[in-house]
């Protein structure tokens, strides 16, 4: 047992006999740790513990010595910090175990080698002692490492920035600081033995200036290229944040016009023709996402406590132009009047004048230019005009005490409805007014004996098709039961008929809305529930169509559009929901889901549908202090067409090249074939293709011309016709092969077709003098191309190979691309220059062609051609399209992935829009023959769907974000007029007069 113990204390200490003498000493005195003979643990660690723990504040002779080893690599002063970095790793990679053969001639070796550490043993390098291995071991290399600054990250040019990765400078004067750290660190190494006399002194001053006169040159040419860094990282950014940001749309906005503006003065400095050309073209991309997904209108911030109520009114008057208003109200007790229109022309109600305490309730008179307003301060109503001045008014008394809690005006005006506390008592008024005497008269009605008025927490009025008749739904408290009465006015008295009771199921409701028409009711509960009710009335039954449950959001409050073709709902949690009710009331779908950050919304509605500029505005406001207005109108976009039936494929022309109205190509499932304008978004605008009989044709695959100007269908006979976009057949195939399944076509007439049995490719023209196999044997082709002059075909096939062809059905280079997986598309692009995949494994890749790839062919066909090199590879892609080499945006991919999402690409990578359609997976896509739209179809389930979408240059993109941000930048200057203080940044758009 002791001599394997003093066996294992030799491996550790050597020849080093004070350390032999401690490491005996301590095992004695810790003889009952040691373990038996075979197991050395024990002494590993004792010297572990008592020997090599807190070394580097030893005073032992061993701990001295291995104090000099460290300070001879790290803090030798002739040693560069990149230089022991180095050796540090160095010695890290033979403590690992490799065995490195010594170079006398390497700077970083002959560092490691005169600390001592390491020793040279039959030309290796090896550790110098045992005992170094457990001193200096992994972890104090890595602390070691961790210490040590660097003045630049190498001495290389210092300007290595950005490589593509997502690194970012953000902060020109810290380059240039660097830029110095640098110059100087090479001054020391290189002068650092120079002695300082006279002459040197002289030389050093010159070497300063040339250094000085290097770093201004340097910077002119490195400040722009870090400038264009920083802006395609700020358009990055922008798009990154947007769905993260809370609340804060408009300031997204607002980022992404400015990096826009920026990217637009460098385009017209630099006077480039080709915007894709210049190296960032990132504020494209997020001004085109922004605009794409944005709602947020404007924001008002005049309120000094939470926002109880909003309402919308339209303004009364002979224009044809009538504006718009919004009314909000708080726990500041004043109240606001925001004329949409002109912003310039809002006014405030102030507190002092209202005095009505905690405003709970604003909201308009219908049809009149009168806004009422409740607080509970006391049960009393108080009118206002337009201009926020007082309109004297003359009513009963309301309440003896507590405070109304409900105010509801018929659509028309006349009546009234309010509860009030503490016993929730329903009252209905006659509402007169006095336009010249400027006089509201209240005049209470009484309600049927058998009608109870008492514990009500809820009342919703509709008028019915403009007569004085009336829908008047309650809801008693803690009732989960709402009724419906037909209620008409009879000199002071309400009579109520049909009256029906139904009950919701829900708890708590909080909120009822009836839709303008009165054909629905919305209701809304604490638990979160949500439930549409459409109106039978005839039959005296309301029957429940749709519930929507949302488990997140509590005491919910909802409103419904105008038109009833939308709910909005919000809560506690500050977000809001909206689901559109169209074309079905039975299927309603989530369709927004919106973070406004206002904290617990107190208030929720809709715009009226009477109003000039015919938009949906949605205003909210709640704990913030903040009246947001958000704008809708983007669910009310209708696809470009909608299919009963299912789409098999798409594909764009135009009718000629004189010619160049759009047309779109559909290909049913069933066979059918239609043509459609592109440019009309009428779902009439179509035609079936038909033979000369007037037959309708069906057909297996269309395939579009590379020139735009025709397209090929197969039929069900295997016949293969060529027809232009004028619905006019041109050429037809003569012989006809019922196993083709498949067409592409050439510039010139020809065509390839793949059968649908053995996917066996030939080369055919419509002539039928022409029918050449592509493939080998054992090739199974699934997809081809022309290249653009129609000099060479390129096929894929199952086992991932693109195999290249001439016209005479040659192979001219095989496996010149390989795929991890079979080839479902290969095209080449209009110049010429790059080939574009996608595998099965839904991952496309662009390939860059050699230069000279075509002249070197038709110089020698047997000519050994270069590879392709991978350009760039996008993932989860199902169909690519290319754009052609007309239109401002050239050399563009569009990419659909098996979801909703296209998004286009320039051929180095970068996005430049991104569209969503409104279905479950995507079919295929197209560019149009002009640039100017990229189209999409895709199943919906229940239908499919063909979106177009206009693609849009920098120019549009910013006059549409100065168009949105317009009425914010207005309310901006109004609210700096109001509060005496002036701007200090300029409006990014052009301003509006006040």
Not at 356 to 361: A, F, L, T, V
Not at 371 to 380: C, F, L, S, Y
Not at 602 to 627: C, H, M, R, W
Not at 713 to 735: A, H, Y
Request: hydrophobic content about 35%; some cysteine.
């Amino acid at each position: 047992m002791f001599d394997c113990i003093y066996n294992r204390i030799l491996h550790w200490a050597e020849d080093d006999r004070l350390l032999i003498d401690r490491l005996c000493h301590a095992a004695l005195n810790n003889s009952s740790t040691m373990q038996q003979c075979g197991d050395t643990q024990g002494v590993d660690e004792l010297v572990n513990i008592q020997i090599i723990n807190g070394w580097e504040n030893g005073n032992e002779q061993y701990h001295r010595s291995w104090i000099e080893v460290k300070n001879r690599l790290i803090n030798n002063v002739n040693n560069e910090p990149r230089d022991v970095n180095s050796a540090l790793k160095l010695y890290e990679t033979i403590l690992r175990g490799y065995e490195l053969a010594f170079d006398n001639e390497n700077r970083i070796q002959n560092i490691l080698l005169s600390s001592k550490l390491v020793k040279t043993e039959n030309e290796k390098l090896k550790i110098a002692k045992r005992i170094y291995e457990l001193v200096f071991n992994r972890d104090w290399v890595q602390q070691e490492i961790k210490k040590i600054s660097f003045p630049f990250p190498d001495y290389s040019i210092p300007i290595r920035i950005y490589s593509g990765s997502r690194n970012k400078v953000n902060n020109v004067a810290e380059v240039i600081k660097q830029v110095f750290i640098y110059v100087c660190c090479f001054l020391r190494r290189r002068f650092r033995r120079i002695r300082l006399n006279f002459d040197n002194v002289i030389r050093y001053m010159i070497l300063s200036a040339l250094v000085f006169v290097f770093i201004l040159i340097l910077l002119s040419l490195i400040v722009e290229p870090i400038n264009n860094i920083k802006l395609q990282s700020q358009g990055e950014e922008i798009v990154e944040n947007f769905d993260k940001s809370i609340g804060k749309q408009l300031d997204s906005l607002l980022l992404s016009i400015k990096s826009g503006q920026e990217l637009q003065k460098k385009l017209q400095k630099k006077n480039y023709s080709q915007i894709l050309e210049y190296p960032a073209i990132s504020p494209i991309y997020a001004l085109q996402y922004v605009l794409d997904n944005i709602y947020e209108k404007n924001r008002f911030t005049e309120h000094e406590a939470p926002v109880r109520s909003v309402n919308f009114g339209i303004e009364q008057s002979k224009e044809k132009q009538k504006d718009q208003w919004l009314a909000s109200a708080g726990e500041d007790g004043s109240g606001r009047l925001w004329n949409l229109s002109h912003i310039s022309t809002s006014k405030l109600i102030h507190p002092n004048n209202i005095d009505q305490g905690n405003i709970k309730i604003i909201t308009f008179v219908p049809q009149k230019n009168i806004i009422a307003t409740v607080g509970d301060k006391e049960p009393i109503i108080k009118f206002w005009d337009l201009s926020g001045i007082n309109i004297e008014s003359k009513q009963e008394q309301i309440y003896s005490q507590g405070e109304i809690t409900s105010a509801n005006f018929s659509p028309d005006g006349k009546l009234l409805a309010t509860i009030g506390s503490p016993e929730n008592l329903l009252k209905v008024w006659q509402v007169n007014y006095d336009t010249t005497a400027k006089l509201v008269k209240l005049t209470e009605l009484k309600l049927p004996s058998n009608f109870n008025i008492l514990n009500i927490n809820t009342i919703a009025f509709c008028q019915k098709n403009n007569t004085n008749e009336y829908l008047l739904v309650t809801l008693k408290n803690a009732s989960s039961k709402v009724k419906l009465g037909k209620m008409s006015v009879l000199d002071t008295e309400i009579v109520i008929s049909d009256e029906i009771e139904q009950d919701t199921q829900q708890k708590g409701i909080k909120s009822l809305n009836f839709s303008t028409d009165g054909s629905l009711i919305v209701t809304a509960a604490k638990d979160g529930t949500i439930k549409v009710w459409n109106l039978h009335l005839n039959s005296k039954n309301i029957s429940l169509n749709e519930t929507i449950i949302t488990n997140e959001t509590k005491e919910l409050i909802v409103s419904i559009s105008s038109d009833g073709k939308l709910i909005a709902a919000a809560g506690e949690n500050g977000e809001i929901q909206l689901w559109r009710l169209a074309p079905k009331v039975e299927k309603v779908d989530l369709d927004v889901k919106l973070n406004a950050n206002q904290g617990r919304i107190y208030s929720i509605n809709f715009n009226p549908s009477n109003n000039s500029q015919n938009k949906i505005y949605l205003a909210t406001g709640g704990e913030d202090e903040i009246v947001k207005l958000w704008e809708m109108s983007k669910l009310y976009q209708k696809p470009f067409a909608e299919f009963s039936e299912k789409i098999r494929d798409i594909g764009l022309g135009q009718i000629s090249k004189s010619d160049q109205r759009q047309r779109l190509v559909i290909l049913q499932e069933d066979g059918k074939i239609q043509v459609r304008n592109l440019e009309s978004q009428t779902n009439e605008d179509f035609k079936y293709l038909k033979d000369y009989l007037g037959n309708l044709i069906t057909a297996k695959n269309i395939a579009i011309s590379p020139d735009k100007d025709h397209f090929a269908i197969v039929d069900m006979n295997g016949c293969v016709q060529l027809w232009n976009f004028s619905k006019e057949p041109t050429l037809e195939l003569i012989k006809k092969d019922k196993n083709i399944a498949k067409v592409i076509l050439s510039k010139d007439e020809k065509f390839v077709t793949v059968s649908e049995q053995n996917r066996k490719a030939k080369l055919r023209d419509f002539g039928g003098n022409l029918d050449r196999p592509i493939n080998d044997s054992q090739d199974e082709v699934t997809s081809a191309s022309f290249s653009p002059n129609g000099t060479l075909i390129a096929t894929g096939n199952t086992k991932g190979r693109i195999n290249l062809w001439n016209l005479k059905g040659e192979s001219i280079k095989k496996n010149f691309i390989r795929l991890n997986s079979e080839v479902i598309s290969v095209k080449f692009t209009p110049d010429s220059n790059y080939i574009v995949t996608i595998g099965r494994n839904h991952e496309m890749i662009l390939w860059k062609l050699a230069e000279n790839f075509f002249e070197k062919i038709s110089e020698n066909e047997n000519v050994d051609l270069p590879q392709a090199k991978e350009v760039f590879s996008k993932a989860d892609i199902k169909t690519a399209d290319i754009s052609s080499q007309d239109g401002e945006f050239k050399n563009l991919i569009a990419t659909a992935d098996n979801g909703k999402l296209v998004k286009i690409w320039d051929f180095k990578g970068r996005q430049l829009a991104q569209f969503s359609g409104s279905w479950n997976q995507t079919i295929n896509i197209s560019f149009s023959p002009n640039g100017k739209y990229i189209v999409a179809a895709g199943d919906n389930g229940d239908n499919d769907i063909v979106e177009r979408w206009e693609i849009k240059n920098l120019d549009s993109l910013l006059s549409e974000g100065c168009d949105w941000v317009k009425d914010y930048e207005d309310y901006e200057d109004y609210s700096l007029k109001l509060n005496n203080k002036k701007r200090e940044k300029d409006r990014l758009c052009s301003s509006q007069t006040l």
